[in-house]
């Protein structure tokens, strides 16, 4: 059985008088690596906060693990989806007391490896000394990269990836994109204008046409 992992039914989204998504059908199975085209403006962002509940459809239903996603089955989803977005959220201290705080968190817990983080951290071309950096003072494309690889050691059923290259050089873009693409089991949905991410077996799915 390979059942759908999430499902876009029949969804539009309007808001005021504007029509943004207009019965966007989608259905996303484990291992399924799907890349949302269209033009600025077209809903794709939007697309991957729904399962997340940071935004709400119009019509139409939403389902994860085969379950309708609303008020109550959202945290459930929450906890089983790793939405990456490019802005992190901001945080006063040290890069490691960041990552501390995010694996104290009680749904993460037990997920910090060290050894992982360190290889992570040499692979996206971090010095070692990152670590003791304040987050506030790294740049756009290292608090991406610190972003990505939090994603990678929390690890979750499906990632959702909002521009997640967009500040990265292209040799970091290439690393990045390789990184997910070859782990053939991981589900993702990818939101990238770069072109490191259409490979074989990506999907490349229109949205807003
Ligand atoms: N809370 C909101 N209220 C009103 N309009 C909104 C809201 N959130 C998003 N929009 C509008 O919905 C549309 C879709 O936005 P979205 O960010 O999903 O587009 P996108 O396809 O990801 O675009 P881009 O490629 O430029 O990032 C845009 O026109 C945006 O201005």
Redesign the pocket.
Known sequence: MNSELLKYNDISLR??E?D?LSHFNLDIKKGDRILLK??????????LKMPMGF?HHTSGSLYFNNKLLDANTVWDARKRIAYVSQDLDIYEGSVNEFIEEVFSYSFNEGKLDRTKLRRLLVYLGFEKDVLDMDFEDLSGGEKQRIGIIMSVLIGKDIYLLD?ITSSLDSALKEKVANYFLERKDWTLVI?SHDDVWEKENVRVVP??V
Do not use: P
Request: aromatic letters at 6%.
């Open positions: 808001y005021g504007k943004v269209g033009r600025s403006g077209a809903g794709k962002s939007t697309l935004a521009e939101i949205v807003g």
